[in-house]
């Protein structure tokens, strides 16, 4: 069991930036993959960004060059810096993990609002 811990979200104003992280615990915690997910009012969860173990990253078109994802494996937490932040990146940031097993987890969401 892995247990996902978000922090970091909160109101900036366009163009600012935010640094948000999760912290993983439990008996499984170093995942082979982490996400970070959103989810805007009345959207479906989309993918934001993904590292795996040895540092391999992915991004959504709509966030590249202006996040950057990245993972302490020592600590068990993965990061995302947000920069240049817009109105449209205001949604609820959800971690994930998959355990090398196959388990996925998510947390609870932490807030991003972005006011123009």
């Known amino acids: 069991q892995v247990q996902l811990v978000e922090s970091g979200g909160g109101l900036v104003q366009a163009g600012g930036s935010l640094r948000l992280s999760c912290a993983a615990s439990?008996?499984?915690?170093?995942?082979?993959?982490m996400a970070w997910y959103r989810q805007a009012p009345e959207k479906q969860r989309e993918f934001v960004a993904s590292?795996?173990?040895?540092?391999?990253?992915n991004y959504a078109g709509s966030v590249k060059g202006r996040f950057t994802v990245s993972r302490d494996n020592a600590k068990n937490t993965m990061y995302l810096q947000m920069n240049s932040l817009k109105p449209e990146d205001t949604a609820v940031y959800y971690c994930?993990?998959?355990?090398?097993?196959?388990?996925?987890?998510w947390g609870q969401g932490t807030q991003v609002t972005v006011s123009s």
């Open positions: 439990g008996s499984s915690a170093s995942s082979a993959t």
């Open positions: 590292v795996s173990k040895i540092g391999e990253t």
């Open positions: 994930y993990a998959r355990s090398y097993g196959g388990f996925e987890y």
